[in-house]
T-cell receptor
């Protein structure tokens, strides 16, 4: 079955330090992968997506992610974290499920909460 | 470009009641998906609407139902509310096709007491 695993429930980093959030997926076909960010009480904002091509994708707010098929991973990185990056981060994979002609839906991981120390 | 909007922001219902949540899709988008996000969890797919018909459904019982209107806006209806229905309900709009780039609304926080 398709699934997304985010091994880290909570990560704390110092402001200015680098960040890497881990994501592993299980999906039989070509994966289409996403990272979303959710601030408290807010909806989800798309940070970046991987559909095909260059395995290193750039997103908004200085984030990037690298798709590694051999490791079934799509880790999110940022070289220097800002206090405003404190939020919850969700990795997701697009799946057509078992819906026949459906356009599919997203399967999300459980999220990683990022705290930033001053 | 108008983003995805949802109403109401918050509401409190009693177990056994019925609730209707509303979503206006981003301009130009013709597909609406609904997700349930329980506290401390990732969003889970409820169903999707395209051309005013249900176009896919997750593992949710029939008391979760929906509608899509000609202007692509959508409603999520939940009957016979249970305590476990307490969650943030997220609406996402997109253009038809696969894979889609979903744009999410701010959500409706439902509390069932």
């Amino acid at each position: 079955a398709q699934s997304v695993t985010q091994p880290d429930i909570h990560i704390t980093v110092s402001e200015g330090a680098s960040l890497e959030l881990r994501c592993n997926y299980s999906y039989g076909a070509t994966p289409y992968l996403f990272w979303y960010v959710q601030s408290p009480g807010q909806g989800l904002q798309l940070l970046l997506k991987y559909f095909s091509g260059d395995t290193l994708v750039q997103g908004i707010k200085g984030f990037e992610a690298e798709f590694k098929r051999s490791q079934s991973s799509f880790n999110l990185r940022k070289p220097s974290v800002h206090w405003s990056d404190a939020a919850e981060y969700f990795c997701a994979v697009a799946t057509k499920g078992n819906y026949g002609g459906s356009q599919g839906n997203l399967i999300f991981g459980k999220g990683t909460k990022l705290s930033v120390k001053p | 470009e108008t983003g995805v909007t949802q109403s109401p922001t918050h509401l409190i219902k009693t177990r056994g009641q019925q609730v209707t949540l509303r979503c206006s899709s981003q301009s130009g988008h013709n597909t609406v998906s609904w997700y349930q996000q329980a506290l401390g969890q990732g969003p889970q797919f409820i169903f999707q609407y395209y051309r005013e018909e249900e176009n896919g459904r997750g593992n949710f019982p029939p008391r979760f139902s929906g509608l899509q209107f000609p202007n692509y806006s959508s409603e999520l209806n939940v009957n016979a509310l249970e305590l476990d229905d307490s969650a943030l309900y997220l609406c996402a709009s997109s253009l038809a096709g696969f894979p889609q780039e979903n744009h999410f609304g701010p959500g409706t926080r439902l509390t069932v007491t």
